[in-house]
């Protein structure tokens, strides 16, 4: 064949398609069991964290199984759901189908003889999703701790939702009110509470006001989910109206 033709031209193009696509299709097969192994490992190392237990993916699988000794889905009137996985709950397929539909994870986890329920979290920042875990105390009011992800935030801005300083100003900060009416946690721009932990806000970060309500709307909105499941528990030590 002339090496000048177009036909040769054509047929070599089609060849390197073939074979790129070939070898693109084999590694991302052979990759897809580390990236699962990977993803799991580090939703794992995010809920061990509301908690306090800092860990490496190596570690993650022990620890997780050494303090998660409950892993529930529950369905909205607070009723275990014995046709879920907890873990493998996809909370963005979810939140695609009507409320009742929906499964709702909770984590159980015991720490030193104290328990604490972890709610997994799902909502709209600035740009795209944003998502993350939130530790509750065993009077299911008191926040233990959180840890916040996002897809597309803005770096400085509102992708600072992930760093240290931002998610510590949620812990112990309150989710329902003196009267056990269930109020969430608000990041409010221009905040004035100080160290307030009784006020149901934290203060906002600076320039990102947007991703602050999609942080406010999804704490909300995912917790008010599992208030029936803690309502049902008799050992809880706030008054739940």
């Not at 984590?107 to 104290?114: I, K, L, M, N, Q």
Request: aromatic share 10%; glycine share 8%.
């Amino acid at each position: 064949m002339d090496r000048n033709s177009n036909s040769y031209t054509f047929l070599f193009a089609f060849l390197m398609v073939a074979v790129v696509a070939c070898t693109l299709a084999f590694a991302a097969t052979n990759l897809q069991p580390a990236q699962a192994k990977n993803v799991k490992e580090e939703k794992m190392q995010n809920i061990l964290g509301t908690v306090g237990i800092e860990t490496t993916r190596d570690s993650a699988a022990t620890l997780f199984n050494k303090y998660i000794v409950e892993q529930l889905a529950l369905d909205n009137n607070g009723d275990v759901r014995t046709d879920v996985d907890a873990f493998t709950v996809d909370l963005k397929k979810e939140l695609k189908k009507p409320v009742e539909e929906q499964a709702f994870p909770l984590y159980v986890a015991d720490v030193e003889g104290t328990q604490y329920y972890i709610v997994p979290l799902r909502g709209k920042g600035l740009w795209d999703a944003i998502w993350g875990y939130v530790a509750l105390k065993d009077d299911v009011n008191t926040i233990k701790g959180a840890v916040f992800d996002h897809k597309g935030e803005t770096p400085g801005l509102g992708a600072e939702i992930t760093q240290g300083w931002f998610k510590k100003r949620f812990d112990d900060e309150k989710i329902m009110d003196e009267s056990g009416n269930f109020i969430g946690v608000s990041v409010a721009k221009g905040y004035q509470g100080g160290e307030n932990k009784d006020d149901n806000a934290v203060d906002a970060i600076a320039g990102a006001t947007i991703t602050g309500d999609g942080v406010t709307d999804m704490i909300s909105e995912r917790l008010k989910n599992y208030l029936p499941y803690f309502k049902s528990k008799t050992d809880v030590k706030v008054a739940m109206q």
